[in-house]
Every structure is written in C-alpha cells, then in structure tokens.
C-alpha cells in the first residue's frame, strides 16, 4: 500500500514570494502523483498531475511540480504567489495500472499568503 | 463541481439515527468514491465503486455501506450515526487512465455533524 507525507502543515509566505510545498510518498510499485488545492468551504480542485514523460510538470495558476524518483518526492512550486492562493494543498499518489484507480492523500498543507 | 453535485450539504443528525449521503454524476464516468475529511488527516477513502452494483472497502469503512444502483449515483450510508463520525464527506468520480483530463472530480462536499 502506498502512502504520502506532506513534511510541512501551514506555510506562511508574503505575497510576490516563492514558495514550495513538499510531498514524499512510499510505494513498491509505479505511481501517478496529483496536487489538489482546497478553497475555504470549497471541494478539491486539480492543480497538476503526473502520469508519465517529463518530470516536470506545469499547472494551473503558474503552479509547477517535479517528479523525482530516487527520492520519492513530488515537491509543488510557484516562484511569486499572489493573496488569492491562500488554500490547503494536498498531495495525492495512486498505483499505476492498480484496479480502481484509487487514490491515497498526503495530510495537507495550509498555505497562508501575507500581504 | 460540474458534473458531480452532493446533497444534503449540510446535515445534523442525532447519534443512532440512520443518514444517506447522496452524489450524482452527469459525467458518465465508471469510477466513484467517497472521502471523509478531518483535519490532519486529509482525506481518508471510505468505500468507491468501479461499476454499477461493483463497489469496494477502502481504509475507513466500518460503519459506512454504499450503493450504486445507476452509473450516475452513489450513495452512502451511516447505518447508525456516531460522533466520531462527525465530518466532512466528499464524493468524487474518475475515468479511466486514458480518458482526457483524467484525474478526480470532487463535489462540493457534505459537512454532517452527529450530536
């Protein structure tokens, strides 16, 4: 069974910063990997996902991600943000070719974007 | 979410009562699934589905069943509803590996609340 870890719970950042949001998982097997970014009061929306190809991997709203294998790390970017980015950021990992296409998520991340 | 709607979306229930969670597609997609989310724990699977009358457990299913009588609806029920049920439920369906845009779609969610 596969699992993520989101190594940081709230990352606060001024505005037209950078900031970076990271995810590890575990899995014996090939994975898809997915960032979902969470509104208040609001579902999950899908910012980017990789599935194959280029280990970098480029979003909606200027988000980017790189996949790297050899760590097990699927780490989600923006180099500046802007206040209306101000969300949960969840990462989430799903068994390549596994029946069911389930997925397993990371714990979240608050991002809190300061003026 | 378009595509997916939830209702109710806002529930209170007495512990031991009976509730049904209801998630609707128009999506014509094989997968369905239901999440809970806590905080700290992102989102946990509950039960998913991979066809009409084709469901699954996933981690957290006791005291949960599901139903898939129709491609376009999935229903959950809390058999006899428990505070530490308390949360918010979220649908969501997927195609197939192949399909374009593949990835979940979530409803906008159901926060029940079991006193």
């Known amino acids: 069974a596969q699992s993520v870890t989101q190594l940081d719970s709230q990352v606060p950042v001024f505005e037209e910063a950078p900031v970076e949001l990271r995810c590890n998982y575990s899995s014996s097997v090939s994975v898809y990997l997915f960032w979902y970014v969470q509104y208040p009061n609001q579902g999950l929306q899908l910012l980017l996902k990789y599935l194959s190809g280029s280990t970098l991997v480029k979003g909606i709203n200027g988000f980017e991600a790189e996949f790297n294998k050899s760590q097990t790390s699927f780490h989600l970017r923006k180099p500046s943000v802007h206040i209306s980015d101000t969300a949960e950021y969840f990462c989430?990992?799903?068994?390549?070719?596994?029946?069911?296409?389930?997925?397993?998520f990371g714990g979240g991340t608050r991002v809190l974007v300061k003026p | 979410d378009a595509g997916i709607t939830q209702s109710p979306r806002h529930k209170v229930t007495e512990t031991g009562t009976p509730v049904t969670l209801r998630c609707h597609q128009t999506e014509n997609h094989r997968y369905m699934y239901w999440y809970r989310q806590d905080p700290g724990h992102g989102l946990r699977l509950i039960h998913y589905?991979?066809?009409?009358?084709?469901?699954d457990k996933g981690e957290v299913s006791d005291g949960y069943s599901v139903s898939r009588s129709k491609t376009e609806d999935f229903l959950l029920t809390l058999e006899s509803a428990t505070s530490s049920q308390t949360s918010v439920y979220f649908c969501?369906?997927?195609?197939?590996?192949?399909?374009?845009?593949?990835?979940?779609?979530f409803g906008s969610g159901t926060r029940l609340t079991v006193v």
């Open positions: 969501a369906i997927s195609g197939d590996v192949g399909h374009r845009g593949y990835g979940y779609t």
């Open positions: 589905s991979y066809g009409v009358k084709d469901t």
């Open positions: 989430a990992v799903s068994e390549a070719k596994a029946a069911g296409n389930k997925l397993t």
